[in-house]
Nanobody, 128 residues
Framework: QVQLVESGGGTVQAGGSLRLSCAVS????????MAWFRQAPGKEREFVAAINWNGGMTYYADSVKGRFTISRDHRENTEDLQMNSLKPEDTAVYFCAGRASQAYTMANYYDSSTYTYWGQGTQVTVPS
């Protein structure tokens, strides 16, 4: 059974940085596409960033491009999200997501319904 566990959330002042990590159990992590989504209070879950199974392709929401960096470590079975220049609008619960890699289109990376596995979420708060 695949389990995803996020860590690294917290409260940081605007302009600060946080690094989220997602630990993935299971021997097939190296064949998974991975992503981060977030959900702010009263809003729908939205795409943040994704990385394909071998780390060769990354995708970002326009709102975080240039500030956030997604990465993965196949030795540690982890996926990370480095978040810099944080803004109050980045406040949300951040979720790690994963799926077995297939011939997905670029659009599929942004679509939460294509991901099979989800973590419980970790809160990120940037006070205004």
């Amino acid at each position: 059974q695949v389990q995803l566990v996020e860590s690294g959330g917290g409260t940081v002042q605007a302009g600060g940085s946080l690094r989220l990590s997602c630990a993935v159990s299971g021997r097939t992590f190296s064949s998974y596409d991975m992503a981060w989504f977030r959900q702010a209070p009263g809003k729908e879950r939205e795409f943040v960033a994704a990385i394909n199974w071998n780390g060769g392709m990354t995708y970002y929401a326009d709102s975080v491009k240039g500030r956030f960096t997604i990465s993965r470590d196949h030795r540690e079975n982890t996926e990370d999200l480095q978040m810099n220049s944080l803004k109050p609008e980045d406040t949300a619960v951040y979720f790690c997501a994963g799926r077995a890699s297939q011939a997905y289109t670029m659009a599929n990376y942004y679509d939460s319904s294509t991901y099979t596995y989800w973590g419980q979420g970790t809160q990120v708060t940037v006070p205004s």
